[in-house]
Nanobody, 120 residues
């Protein structure tokens, strides 16, 4: 399974960006999908994740500003980020849990990361 993330860039405080992460390759199903981020000098942290049924979970720091969604037909994950702040600056990584058969345990795959910089 390969993940291709896109959508990062430079944005001013208060601005918006939309990240995408498409999953390619051979798998039976994709279960949970999520976005994580890692700021310089900090540990990677969960931003938001979403189940295959569409139930979303958010970090307190992004609630009300970010929206996670997925298109199961396209095996694609999205993160709409609004009202961006300087502290949102980080490399954003997508992660998916993919199963290779109906009876196998899902395995976590990570994307390559996309840089989001919030600065004036």
């Amino acid at each position: 399974v390969q993940l291709q993330a896109s959508g990062g860039g430079l944005v001013q405080p208060g601005g918006s960006l939309r990240l995408s992460c498409a999953a390619f390759g051979s798998f039976f199903s994709i279960n949970a999908m999520g976005w994580y981020r890692q700021a310089p000098g900090k540990q990677r942290e969960l931003v938001a994740d979403i189940t295959s049924g569409g139930m979303a979970n958010y970090a307190d720091s992004v609630k009300g500003r970010f929206t996670i969604s997925r298109d199961n037909a396209k095996n694609t994950l999205y993160l709409q980020m609004n009202s961006l702040k300087a502290e949102d600056t980080a490399v954003y990584y997508c992660k998916v849990a993919a199963a290779h058969s109906p009876w196998s345990t899902p395995y976590d795959y990570w994307g390559q990361g996309t840089l989001v910089t919030v600065s004036s």
